[in-house]
């Protein structure tokens, strides 16, 4: 077995074409339990999502196998006037797949792009930020404030031909919700080590080893063909009769399993994500429950009777088989220093009984609930056990799990946030916890991009203050004072119920071998395969 872990991963490979493993040595054949809907690069801010076009689609920056920060289409950068204006030195001999070269205009232009309505990576970009183009290859960026961690998620923030997206009709993003895909939906261009030469949703995508990259690369592949599996038994039959290479996840439960073959190994490891549920704390009356003219979530008891009510760890030891670790927080521990300062609350349904009565609900009551059943680890066994455990409390849950395609064209901003009960996880764009108060706890307005996937509208003026100042502040003890600060009010206000950090578990086949990092994108520009 040749494996390599480290700290990346893989990106687009699977089944179809019904060759054997090693037939095609520069073939990687990728599966995955979700679908790749769009490639339109600010449709959807979702890891694997990001990961697929990110082998064809790069950021002014990008993240090494360390996830540390490193150059990209920007060569350089310096921060100039108290912190007020970044200067970015563009890549030179850059070209888009189609030719098109790489110049400040298209920095511009996607700067605008993924600010304007429909993108759902609008916090990618400060609002107030203005680009200037100082020649072809200089940009600067003017804030109205510091920003010390202006460009610490730009890996993610693909940069777009203006000229291509012009001359399709493409100048604005492609919501998730979109019943119409788009040009730039059902093709791409970029600039990165791979190109898309099929792409067929639902079915396969073919990404195509790009010979005018840039960079050198470090695969060896000609290229990766990307099969969506939404079985786990499907998924995991394919990888151990080696019509697959690798497959994301591995069902906790066939782990072992796959270990024990003569094929394939399993990669695991630690994941940066936090899985959590959310409640709608925004309308006045629920859309999905029996009771009517009132929202039960804009009380407080009840938020903190649905903690007290879940057991995270029954749902480590049973639904995930031990590989969770239960939060506190909505940030994994090791991206906070005073993580260890705060406690879960105990599981205690007596009590979740309890505040339930004081709300005024001694009955409980009944709501609907959001969960995709393809994207996270176990998801829908999650979302079974939590149905389960709100029972015996008395709060009916009708459970709707869905695709995650279906489910975040619902449940997100484009989609009018139509959800009142839900499952979601996150891992922080910047490995920072600003990105988590800003994008999950700050109060969302009509024309902001704070709190783009706030889904519930939780909405509290002290932590938004709290999350202009943690942007701002470069002193690192009194920044952590600061995000801890927000953190006792969000946690106190029971505004989330973080579940667990999930395990990462990668299906490996004999002869391949792979980068793993913390943040679980699968990037196959790293993978290399032998016969």
Known sequence: MTHRTSVLALASAALLGATALGAQAATLRYANQGDLKSLDPYTLNETTANAHLGHVYEGLTKRGKDLAIEPGLAESWEILDDGKRWRFKLREGVTFQNG???????????????????????????????????????????????????????????????????????????????????????????????????????????????????????????????????????????????????????????????????????????????????????????????????????????????????????????????????????????????????????YDPERARELLAEAGYPDGFEVGMDCPNDRYVNDEAICQGVVSMLARVGVTVNLNAQPKAQYFAKVLKSGGYDTSFYLLGWTPGTFDSHNVLNDLHGCRAEGSPRGETNLGGYCNEAVDELIEQILVESDEEKRNDLIKQAYEITTGEFAYVPLHQQALAWGVADGVELVQRADNQVLLYWARKGD
């Open 100 to 346: 098109n070269p790489f110049t400040a205009d298209d920095v511009l232009f996607s700067a605008d792009r993924v600010r304007a309505s429909g993108s759902n990576f609008q916090t990618r970009v400060p609002a107030d930020a203005t680009f200037v183009k100082i020649d072809d290859h200089t940009v600067d960026v003017v804030l109205q404030t510091p920003n010390p961690i202006l460009n610490a998620q730009w890996d993610t923030w693909y940069i777009m031909d203006q000229e291509w997206a012009q001359e399709f009709g493409a100048e604005m993003p492609t919501p998730a919700s979109a019943e119409t895909p788009s040009h730039a939906a059902l093709n791409a261009n970029g600039t990165g080590p791979f190109s898309i030469t099929v792409h067929e949703p639902g079915i396969r995508t073919v990404f195509t080893a790009n010979p005018t990259w840039w960079d050198e690369p470090e695969h060896n592949l000609d290229e990766i063909v990307f099969t969506p599996i939404a079985s786990d038994a499907t998924r995991v039959a394919a990888l151990l009769s080696g019509e697959v290479d690798v497959i994301e996840p591995v069902p906790v439960q066939d782990i072992e399993r796959v270990r024990a073959s003569d094929r394939a190994d399993v990669l695991t490891g630690p994941e940066l994500r936090t899985i959590f549920l959310g409640f709608d704390q925004d309308r006045d009356e629920l859309l999905y429950s029996n009771v009517e003219g009132e929202n039960p979530f804009k009380d407080v008891r009840v938020r903190e009777a649905f903690m007290r009510a879940i057991d995270a760890d029954l749902i480590r030891d049973r639904v995930m088989r031990g590989l969770s670790t239960p939060s506190a927080l909505m940030i994994a521990p090791e991206l906070f220093a005073h993580s260890d300062e705060f406690e879960r609350p105990a």
